[in-house]
């Protein structure tokens, strides 16, 4: 998918998006920020995703997410609900121990940036507190699971299990 900025380490092999959103934006030269609002309604439906060996990892023929705000700039969210009907996710284990789905969140690393006073001591609890201010707010009202299954494939025993 070279229209993504990183490269994912699973196919999407099929799905449908239908977004039906409000999108509102206010700059005021009174005002630092501008404002950027969503509200609406987005929907995905016969989503299938396999890993990189083309084994299936996840299918859901449903998912809907009504959205009462969405405000990026504010680092604010609201769902009114997320509707998910019949999910089927695909775990397993290779022989190395290692499961089919670790490659596929992107590795973070927390860089924390402290800053010495004048007798040199490190002062974490100020940049605590920055994070804290500028922590993203996220109310889900509702959410809606509908059946769904997991299958888990152990192959890292001796003689391999399957659960699902």
Not at 71 to 81: R, T, Y
Not at 141 to 159: R, W
């Amino acid at each position: 998918m070279t229209y993504l900025p990183a490269k994912i380490p699973v196919k999407v092999t099929s799905g449908k998006l239908d977004v039906k959103v409000q999108l509102i934006y206010i700059e005021e030269a009174a005002k630092d920020e501008p404002m950027l609002s969503l509200a609406g309604d987005v929907a995905i439906t016969k989503l299938v995703v396999h890993d990189m060996g083309n084994k299936p990892l996840l299918s859901i023929p449903a998912l809907n997410v009504a959205i009462t705000s969405v405000e990026p700039f504010a680092g604010k969210a609201h769902l009114a609900k997320v509707s998910i009907q019949s999910p089927e996710i695909s775990l397993a284990k290779d022989k190395k121990g290692d499961l089919n789905i670790q490659g596929t969140a992107a590795d973070e690393k927390e860089v924390k940036k402290e800053k010495k006073n004048e007798v040199g001591q490190t002062q974490p609890e100020k940049a605590e507190k920055k994070e804290e201010e500028s922590a993203f707010k996220f109310l889900l009202d509702t959410f809606e699971l509908t059946q769904g299954k997991v299958a888990f494939q152990e192959n890292s025993l001796k003689d391999p299990a399957k659960i699902a």
